[in-house]
């Protein structure tokens, strides 16, 4: 399927954690998990995901390289259910014109440093019977990952990204300052 359906759209915004996979055309693959409230479905064929500040930048350096993206929900309820949301993505910056209409879509959080804005260019869907069913205790993010970066000023935090989110593992540039 070339675009997400209304039950796939239902599916993601059911599911409390998503996965994020790109890779360069050298180097390795990252596989990232994600979750908050930081996924919009914007459309059919666009999907938006806020991206808070981490250790490494490996998205951002994949996406800057290729475009390519694949997005990951799986259920962890009694409706087993794997989807795969594969697209080509780009990632806005708090310096780029487009910044102010997409993060409206999202709550504020500390540490905010892109949105990647994927298109849809396909969707794939397995049983998912391999997946456990497990529940939901706490979001450990909001008591942790945030409130990190909430303490820090906006020096701590650019000088943050300096040292940590301007490359990725295998030396590409992430485009966290600009060209």
């Not at 994600?34 to 981490?54: H, Y």
């Not at 709550?107 to 994927?118: C, E, V």
Request: with cysteine.
């Amino acid at each position: 399927m070339d675009r997400l359906t209304d039950s796939q759209t239902a599916f993601i915004r059911a599911q409390p954690m998503f996965t994020v996979a790109t890779a360069a055309r050298d180097g390795r693959v990252n596989v990232s998990p994600k979750g908050m409230d930081t996924l919009r479905v914007l459309g059919p064929n666009r999907v938006a995901w806020l991206n808070l500040t981490g250790s490494g930048n490996e998205t951002a350096a994949h996406v800057a390289a290729t475009g390519r993206m694949t997005l990951m929900f799986m259920s962890f309820d009694d409706k087993p259910l794997i989807l795969r949301v594969y697209g080509t993505a780009r990632a806005i910056h708090p310096r780029d014109e487009e910044w102010p209409e997409l993060i409206a879509q999202f709550p504020t959080l500390a540490g905010s440093r892109q949105i990647f804005d994927l298109t849809v260019e396909s969707t794939s869907s397995s049983c998912g019977t391999g997946v456990p069913i497990m529940s939901l205790e706490a979001i450990r993010a909001d008591t942790e990952l945030e409130p990190f970066y909430a303490a820090m000023s906006d020096d701590e935090l650019t000088d943050y990204w300096s040292r940590k989110n301007t490359t990725s593992i295998d030396g590409f540039e992430t485009g966290i300052f600009g060209d």
